[in-house]
């Protein structure tokens, strides 16, 4: 890939409604963590969703106890926030332009991010090249798309939020599938960590996190495979 700038794609929600009111998107720290982890060392980061144009954010990550410094960044930065509000469309993405997939969480992800064509081309064509396919909390649920008739996430080793996280936070009443146990029935093999506390899976070239305060830990497994970390 030469000396040239790493491109990181990062795959987001376009799901804005859980039902009964309750309203969803990607999750706030998850996608400034990550971006912020990626950028400050001179990676360019763009961000796609499934419909394009204004990504949501789900409310309840702006708000304390939720929101941090890398998501007050985030809001404050008028780059960063241009891109959020005018996201390219997973289908228009041309993958071949990027060394990685990310695809970041928030709950919507359970509904648009699974059975999704555009999505799963585009980590079809980057694993097909040995690039880095990741995925954070529920974000993970992209590798349920499939391949060959087989999800991504077979046979491989990954981590999602937990079915007791989800059933902590309340999304279990809410979301259409539950990461963890869905992903292991369709042949993955899903670790979990301690319920909140920062966990990261790689297995090859596939990289993955539990929540949201794992997605620092993603976002550097994912510069150490590029060979982009700057080591002070």
């Known amino acids: 890939m030469g000396q040239m700038a790493k491109r990181v794609l990062f795959a987001l929600t376009s799901q804005t409604d859980m039902g009964g009111g309750a309203k969803t998107g990607s999750w706030l720290e998850e996608l400034a963590a990550s971006y912020y982890t990626l950028v400050d060392k001179g990676v360019a980061v763009d961000l796609a969703s499934v419909n394009g144009g204004d990504a949501p954010i789900d409310p309840a990550s702006l708000e304390e106890p939720w929101i941090t410094d890398n998501g007050r960044r985030f809001l404050k930065d008028d780059a960063a926030m241009a891109k959020l509000r005018n996201s390219l469309k997973l289908s228009d993405v041309k993958a071949a332009d990027y060394d990685a997939v990310y695809m970041i969480g928030g709950a919507g992800t359970a509904w648009d991010f699974p059975d999704n064509a555009a999505l799963g081309a585009i980590m079809a ?8 396919v990741a995925g954070v909390c529920h974000g993970v649920c992209g590798f349920l798309n499939k391949r060959d008739g087989k999800a991504f996430g077979a046979g491989r080793k990954l981590t999602a939020i937990s079915d007791r996280e989800d059933e902590m936070a309340g999304f279990d009443k809410l979301v259409p599938l539950l990461p963890e146990r869905t992903l292991r029935a369709a042949g993955a093999e899903v670790v979990c960590g301690a319920p909140f506390e920062a966990h ?15 997605a620092a830990g993603v976002a550097e497994a994912i510069l150490q495979q590029l060979g982009a970390l700057i080591r002070t």
């Open 125 to 132: 064509d980057i694993d097909g090249r040995g690039g880095v």
């Open 200 to 214: 990261v899976v790689v297995d090859g070239n596939y990289v993955t996190g539990q929540n949201p305060a794992s």
